[in-house]
């Protein structure tokens, strides 16, 4: 098993990063031409900067532990399909991750950003989570969506926070859409990410314009009906099919780069991104959700929390466009992890997304106990 080869470089992980820097370091002078014992000549003289100069600059981010990043890279490394991997610690703010910036599909884990939209708006005081809304048929979206069945005559009436749970908890496709109406659509949760500075994480057009352009579609309402979306779906030429997944995969209107996700996860751990009441909140919905069982929560063990966000993409000719779990990781010392695994295009079955999954979550709870 991958994670077994690898948890000899975990147990020891600090001893690791002084050989490991001077190996790099030996082996860019060889590939270079450069001469190894040039490392060993004093640097020249450097003239003292003033304290202005020297505040100015950015701190630099701390060293991850090499054993850590070893094991990552060593399970990622013969999986078949797109993956990107990030692991932050947010106490001590080193990050490993493998194809982190590359931006992936997120599918359902853009409702995380829809629910920080929603708290930011209830901080400033411009929306409460018991404010009214009604859900009409017009409402109603495609897929995943138990809300549906309680639709009837006028529509079901409830509030901002049953919508939120009904998003984050179940991924409810058209409880989210809803709320993204409510809080001013796809604009305002990207004004959201741009006002929070989060970075490579893009914002898609809400469910339906996401989901029918990646199977090929135009919007209709019709398709919300029944089985609607999927029978119009199987009349297109597979053709046209393969075209429009291959471009979503290819440039996913509704992509973020996991070490991004796991940067904003650590932020709103930290209390960065909104008043502790709603973060308090917002966490505490995370770790109630009941998808991805066997995903990353699959490894988590008894005596730790976990809060995520799962998405999974459509499926075409065995492939899957988008298969995620993004979450908050918390020992029961107290520390905490933010954890982004994404599989943006993949035809592995089921079974090998989910030991991915756990690996890297294992690897985690293995270096933070030895």
Known sequence: MILGRVFQHITQPRRLVGSAAALLMLVGCQSSGMDPAALLIPPPAVQPQPAAAVLARATPAPAAPAGMAYAINAITRDFKGRVGVAVRSIDAGWQVDVNGDTRLPQQSVSKLWVALTVFDLRDAGRLSLSDPVTVTREDLTLFHQPIAAMVKGDGYKTTVGDLLIRALTTSDNTANDRLLRYVGGPDAVRDMIRRKRLGNIRFGPGERLLQSRTAGLEWKPEFAVGNGFTRARAQLPITERVKAFDDYVAD??????????????????????LSADS????????????????????????????????????????????????????????????????????????????????????????????
């Open 279 to 370: 973060t308090r909140l917002l966490i505490t919905t995370m770790e109630e959700s009941k998808t991805g069982k066997a995903r990353l929560r699959g490894a988590v063990p008894p005596g730790w929390s976990f809060g995520h966000k799962t998405g999974t993409g459509q499926d075409l000719g065995g492939r899957t466009a988008g298969y995620n779990d993004v979450g908050i990781l918390s020992a029961p010392d107290g520390h905490s992890y933010a954890i982004a695994v994404m599989i943006g295009d993949t035809p592995r079955p089921i079974p090998e997304r989910q030991a991915l999954m756990q690996s890297v979550l294992s690897t985690v709870v293995a270096y933070h106990t030895n």
């Open 252 to 273: 996913p209107p509704d992509g973020a780069a996991p070490s991004a996700i796991a940067a904003a996860l650590a932020r709103l751990k930290k209390g960065d991104l």
